[in-house]
């Protein structure tokens, strides 16, 4: 089965500072899909960025960045230029490239605070 | 703007207690999704739903059971609600296309007493 973990349950970053959220998983399959998935206080999770494995270019939104290594099975999120908003419930996320299975894999997410 | 209600965000039960919890989306997606998030557990998918009338356990079924007689609504239902049922609830729904994003819903925190 699919396992997908982060390590490091907090972390904190001082506003305009760069901040890198770590996550692994473990799996056989070679096409599937990663997300990072971001949960505000009192707030609904939102899809923060996604990648295909197949694709060897680092996926970036914004200020958002990933850093895809698919032999060492690693995806961390890299958020420059931080800001106060930023903070919240970071989840890591796996999905087989399956037709028919949208089943998400969730790590145990990782609490990040941001200081101004 | 994609939009997923839930019934309720707040929900006290007493132990043994059927309860039913609702989410409603706009977006026409096939695929819904029920969640059960514990903090250090992340979330746990209960049951999901691929079509009107269809769904499939996911990673811990035991004591939920659910209901899609409409597209557009899922409902995750606690026959005989149990302390250790304590949780927030979370609903997405999505379209089946590999790549698409699961949109979440605001959740709804049960305790049971």
């Known amino acids: 089965a699919q396992t997908v973990t982060q390590s490091q349950p907090e972390m904190s970053v001082q506003e305009a500072e760069t901040v890198t959220l770590s996550c692994t998983y473990d799996t056989s399959e070679s096409d599937y899909y990663l997300f990072w998935y971001k949960q505000p206080p009192s707030r609904q999770m939102i899809l923060v960025i996604r990648?295909?494995?197949?694709?060897?270019q680092n996926a970036t939104e914004n200020r958002f960045s990933v850093n895809f290594q698919k032999a060492a099975k690693s995806f961390s999120l890299k958020i420059s230029d931080s800001q106060l908003g930023d903070a919240a419930m970071y989840f890591c996320?796996?999905?087989?490239?399956?037709?028919?299975?949208?089943?998400?894999?969730f790590g145990k997410g990782m609490k990040l605070t941001v200081n101004p | 703007d994609v939009k997923v209600t839930q019934s309720s965000r707040y929900l006290v039960k007493r132990t043994g207690e059927k309860v039913f919890l609702e989410c409603v989306q706009d977006?026409?997606?096939?695929?819904m999704f029920w969640y059960r998030q514990d903090p250090g557990l992340g979330l746990r998918l209960i049951y999901f739903?691929?079509?009107?009338?269809?769904?499939e356990k996911g990673d811990i079924p035991e004591g939920y059971s659910v209901s899609r007689e409409k597209k557009e609504r899922f409902s995750l239902i606690l026959e005989s609600a149990s302390t250790n049922q304590t949780s927030m609830y979370l609903c997405a729904s999505s379209f089946p296309r590999y790549l698409d994003t699961q949109y979440f819903g605001p959740g709804t925190r049960l305790t049971v007493l």
């Open positions: 977006m026409d997606h096939e695929n």
């Open positions: 739903s691929y079509d009107v009338k269809m769904k």
């Open positions: 990648q295909e494995a197949y694709k060897q």
């Open positions: 996320a796996y999905r087989r490239d399956q037709g028919g299975s949208e089943k998400l894999v």
